[in-house]
């Protein structure tokens, strides 16, 4: 059956001959309040036993300041400060540690205007702050991975400016200890050495961490393989990591629902750059496969877009197919394979779910963990302000939706109504 697209008021599944997915996130969906908690007592041990800070504040229950987490802040490093920015890139709204700025403070650091050239530059293009002199300024905190890393840096800021009499610091050198304990926490070998105070809680216990896939959405994954359509998974996490959790959440025959695999995919980097792909012997790297080899059902490590678009092209017969690509972190998932591929991409956004809004009943039940009074709405300032996030799903996301989970739960070729994105 040929499907034509629809009216740009409409999104519906069908108009594609490819849909990708990435898995954390997306497809795995996490028990968030548990994960935070854990991530967050992972990092705060590390920078007391390793980097010698204070544990007065640092280990504090995170439920103490549950309500200043919230993704999509903006770390500017060097002084200490956490930010949220709206579409232009002016400052809306900041603390130094975990204290609210004042309009007048944020002025002493950002000029009359409230702007900051790194974050202006991330407006423009976010990937030109990835990596490189930029990336050691200002970090921002995309998915539910880095949320707890807020909270660790502004209890840090706090420690800091307690310890040197209450009195700011011209430059604060904290942001390097966090990274090594980021480091520390997510090293690739560590699921298999069962280091870092996270991969052994979660290999030990997933089912206090990771949420089952229901039975409608494998459903929907097995109507689209019936509709002949290709479905590819791009994850960043190590093979054995990303199979563990897909095992947990998918069930053991989870690699049956994918066409192509990609691990360690290294984005957004993936979608722009031209690493080789790499073969795997169960989960050991063995050598660089040529793009003409890539197998149907195959499991690769790195990889790149380009060479991804070739087999999609080669297995769907189709010299342009429509692609679609669905993922959580706006910049990884979204904005890179939107602007810089011929892919459309999809946001999976749990914040449409917590807050209730755009059509979407509020009912999470984790809301706890992703609202905030301290900062108010993922998506608003004000009435008539637009924070930088839903300004990029705005522009870059076909559609947004709070889960997978959502999605199959209507038919397969079920017209959404985007206009209650906007």
Request: charge should be negative; glycine fraction near 6%.
């Amino acid at each position: 059956m040929v499907h034509e697209l629809h009216s740009h008021d409409t999104f519906n599944f069908m108009d594609y001959d490819c849909i990708g997915f990435d898995l954390d996130n997306t497809i795995c969906r996490y028990k968030i309040s548990n994960m935070v908690k854990l991530e967050y007592e992972s990092l705060s041990k590390y920078l007391v036993d390793h980097c010698g800070y204070s544990d007065k504040y640092l280990l504090r229950p995170i439920e103490d300041n549950v309500d200043f987490m919230l993704k999509g802040l903006i770390l500017d490093v060097n002084n200490g400060n956490i930010l949220r920015i709206d579409s232009t890139g002016h400052i809306l709204h900041g603390s130094h540690g975990t204290r609210e700025m004042t309009r007048d403070e944020l002025k002493t650091y950002y000029g009359e205007e409230c702007r900051w050239q790194v974050t202006d530059i991330f407006t423009q293009d976010p990937l030109h702050t990835w990596n490189g002199p930029l990336s050691e300024r200002m970090r921002t905190l995309l998915d539910y991975f880095d949320m707890p890393a807020g909270l660790i840096f502004a209890r840090a800021v706090d420690t800091i400016d307690e310890q040197n009499d209450n009195k700011k610091l011209e430059l604060y050198t904290i942001w390097p200890d966090i990274l090594a304990a980021l480091q520390h926490m997510f090293q690739k070998e560590h699921f298999q050495l069962e280091k870092g105070g996270y991969f052994p809680y979660l290999k030990a216990n997933p089912e206090e961490y990771i949420n089952k896939c229901s039975e409608a959405l494998l459903n929907w994954f097995k109507a689209l393989r019936n509709e002949r359509k290709l479905l590819f998974l791009i994850t960043g996490s190590n093979v054995d990591f990303a199979s563990h959790t897909a095992q947990t959440c998918m069930g053991n025959n989870w690699q049956e629902y994918f066409d192509i695999i990609i691990f360690f995919a290294k984005k957004p980097g993936f979608f722009v750059n031209t690493r080789p792909f790499v073969g795997l012997n169960g989960i050991e790297e063995t050598e660089e496969v040529d793009v003409e080899d890539l197998q149907k059902g195959g499991r690769y490590t790195h990889g790149n877009w380009k060479g991804l678009h070739k087999f999609l092209k080669k297995h769907s017969n189709k010299e342009n197919p429509k692609i679609l690509y669905i993922g959580d972190n706006i910049i990884q998932d979204v904005y890179a394979p939107a602007v810089h591929t011929e892919c459309d991409a999809i946001v999976v956004c749990e914040e449409l779910q917590a807050e209730g809004v755009f059509g979407h009943e509020q009912d999470h039940v984790e809301g706890k963990f992703l609202l905030s009074t301290v900062w108010g709405s993922y998506f608003h300032h004000s009435v008539d302000r637009s924070t930088i996030w839903k300004d990029f799903i705005i522009r870059h996301s076909k559609f947004s939706i709070p889960s997978l989970e959502y999605v199959a739960g209507f038919p397969l070729n079920h017209d959404f109504l985007k206009s209650n994105q906007e």
